[in-house]
Nanobody
Framework: QVQLVESGGGLVQAGGSLRLSCTAS????????MGWHRQAPGKEREFVAV????????DYADSVKGRFTISRDNAKNTVYLQMNSLKPEDTAVYYC?????????????????WGQGTQVTVSS
């Protein structure tokens, strides 16, 4: 069992930056691939980024490539999402998730554990 807690969300102007953190407790997060997903009002939850257990492999949604960077510190059981050049369309609740499978997945259905989410609002 893993508990995930996100932090770092907030209100930022377009073009600004935020860094989200997700800290895991319970079983160590190094045994999981970790992903970020987001859900805007009235929309389906969508994949944002994922990082494998060793941090050697990452993947991003096309909409955030070149602007967002996912990283992890297994010693701290924490995964990060650095978000730069934010746009109003990035406004959403951002969720951290853990996947027990080997490799990386962009599918929300493959993730086993989810955090409660943190709100990111980008004003124009």
């Amino acid at each position: 069992q893993v508990q995930l807690v996100e932090s770092g969300g907030g209100l930022v102007q377009a073009g600004g930056s935020l860094r989200l953190s997700c800290t895991a407790s319970g079983r160590t997060s190094s045994t999981y691939a970790m992903g970020w997903h987001r859900q805007a009002p009235g929309k389906e939850r969508e994949f944002v980024a994922v990082i494998c257990r060793s941090a050697k492999t990452t993947d991003y949604a096309d909409s955030v490539k070149g602007r967002f960077t996912i990283s992890r510190d297994n010693a701290k059981n924490t995964v990060y999402l650095q978000m730069n050049s934010l746009k109003p369309e990035d406004t959403a609740v951002y969720y951290c998730a853990a996947d027990r499978r080997i490799g990386v997945s962009t599918l929300a259905s493959t993730y086993d554990y989810w955090g409660q989410g943190t709100q990111v609002t980008v004003s124009s």
